[in-house]
């Protein structure tokens, strides 16, 4: 990675720092900054991080410009059309596309574990009713750690071998079990006769006393969500896992943070405030105004599921995601679903206005993601737990490689700081 060829030449207060450049696979050169406090005595400020490479990885690659995703080089389009979601998992953990033998293998080991551990039921029952499923989520996956004590010792490449598969396995369990709890209908037990996908939706939809056929439209664009939302380089959520991980907290608890900051609307959040967006504009007339106030600079209202810190050209999930909110909608109808119709009317203004184009805004994975869980008839608040389900096999890979890199040191950023200058106490009876 390092390159000695190349330097940077810092120039501060009469004195020269040379900074070494290493060259990427793909993307942007970066200028190694580890040695500048103790050679300048200065920090470098990006709040936000919007230029700041805060690891190195080989997992996933984006080319914001391009709207491109690469997962350990692989086009994200491609694999949407050529490849299944365990595939994928299978190829973010372990880097390249599996055999046969290594794929049956694989889906059987995490088959094999798609139940949960009977005792955390009593966990669900802590909850109101009416609790959003992404609270329950946060808090039963982070209980793990109490469940699976012998997958927790991070030094043990076997221990992080078994988590991960637990983790992969039974995100879609507890996702099920919390939509199941909201609604009052009893668990449902995973079927190690269904796919992924289908599993996940007959835990969701299906009773004791009407068992759910899974319609195969329906479970391809689920186990396409989960492929499209699998990793995306360094987002909010994967940092935090990272951040968390560097402490050397056991995985579940570090998954459970990453849980949490996915939550956002400004994150994951935004699959479901972009339905709740869509709901609140309700009528195809009344988009008009709302896209009037997504450009007035004096209000903080956003168009939900547009833009991307990353991608200033196109979203290539979202050109995928399309494809398959098309052929849910063409399966479930729209006629009689206003939201669903607002929706395709706001992308169609919200793609011909200059506003839009110039600040290079257009829908992304979410916009899509949202209308077709929508179509399913998954409510909105189960929309972020579904995203969670499906970056969990990309907090778990980055985790991964984070734990076995030999040069892991704790995250600790300092800051710039502007608070008040030092000062003495001042007794209460002189304030
Ligand atoms: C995800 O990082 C990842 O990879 C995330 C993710 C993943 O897979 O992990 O891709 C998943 O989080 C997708 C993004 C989902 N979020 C939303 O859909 C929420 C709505 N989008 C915005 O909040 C916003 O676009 C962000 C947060 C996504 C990106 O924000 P940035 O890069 O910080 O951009 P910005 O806020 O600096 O905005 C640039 C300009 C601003 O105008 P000016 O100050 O330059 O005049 O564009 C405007 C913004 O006001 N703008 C919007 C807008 N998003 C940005 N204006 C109206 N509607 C929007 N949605």
């Avoid at 805060?54 to 694999?79: A, M, N, V, W």
């Avoid at 959520?237 to 849980?259: D, K, M, Q």
């Avoid at 995601?321 to 729209?334: C, P």
């Avoid at 076995?404 to 950023?413: N, S, V, W």
Wanted: proline share 6%; net charge negative.
């Amino acid at each position: 990675m390092a390159d000695d060829k190349k330097s940077a030449t810092l120039s501060l207060n009469g004195k020269e720092h040379e900074l070494p450049i290493f060259s990427p696979t793909l993307g942007p050169d970066v200028i190694d900054i580890r040695k500048l406090y103790g050679q300048a005595g200065v920090f470098t400020y990006d709040p936000g991080f919007t230029s700041t490479a805060s690891c190195d990885s080989t997992i996933t690659f984006i080319d914001g410009e391009k709207g491109e995703l690469l997962h350990r080089g692989y086009p994200i389009d491609q694999l949407a059309s050529k490849s299944h979601y365990l595939e994928v998992c299978y190829l973010l953990l372990y880097g390249e596309l599996p055999s046969a033998a290594q794929l049956e293998d694989f889906e059987s080991r995490v088959t094999n574990h798609t139940m949960l551990h009977e005792q955390m039921h009593f966990l669900f029952r802590g909850f109101r009713r009416d609790a959003p499923p992404m609270a329950i989520m946060v808090g039963v996956v982070g209980a793990l750690s109490a469940f699976y004590h012998d997958s927790t010792d991070i030094t043990d490449p076997w221990q992080r071998e078994v988590a991960s598969v637990r983790m992969i396995a039974k995100m879609p369990t507890i996702a099920a079990m919390a939509y199941k709890y909201t609604i009052g209908q009893p668990f449902m037990y995973p079927r190690n006769d269904l796919d992924y996908a289908s599993n996940f939706l007959r835990m969701c939809f299906a009773v004791p006393s009407d068992d759910y056929e899974v319609n195969p439209i329906l479970s391809r664009a689920m186990d396409r969500i989960f492929t499209l939302h699998a990793d995306h380089e360094q987002n909010a959520s994967t940092s935090t896992v990272r951040l968390a991980s560097s402490s050397g907290a056991n995985p579940f608890a570090c998954i459970a943070a990453g849980i949490a900051c996915l939550w956002g609307p400004a994150h994951g959040g935004a699959n479901q405030a972009c339905l709740e967006m869509l709901r609140e504009i309700g009528t195809v007339e009344r988009i008009p105004e709302y896209i009037a106030r997504a450009k007035d600079k004096n209000d903080p209202f956003r168009l939900m599921g547009f833009g991307h810190r990353v991608y200033k050209n196109f979203d290539p999930r979202a050109t995928v995601m399309k494809q398959s909110a098309d052929e849910v909608l063409d399966l479930m109808g729209i006629d009689d679903n206003p939201t669903l119709q607002v929706a395709k009317e706001l992308e169609k203004q919200a793609l011909a206005d200059p506003y839009f184009a110039e600040k290079k805004l257009f829908p992304n994975v979410d916009f899509y993601s949202g209308i077709i869980l929508e179509a399913m008839g998954f409510p909105t608040s189960m929309f972020t737990a579904i995203f969670a389900v499906s970056r969990t096999v990309g907090w778990i890979s980055q985790w991964k490689e984070m734990i076995a890199d030999p040069q892991l040191k704790i995250g600790r950023p300092r800051q710039l700081y502007v608070g008040a200058p030092k000062r003495d106490y001042v007794d209460i009876e002189n304030r």
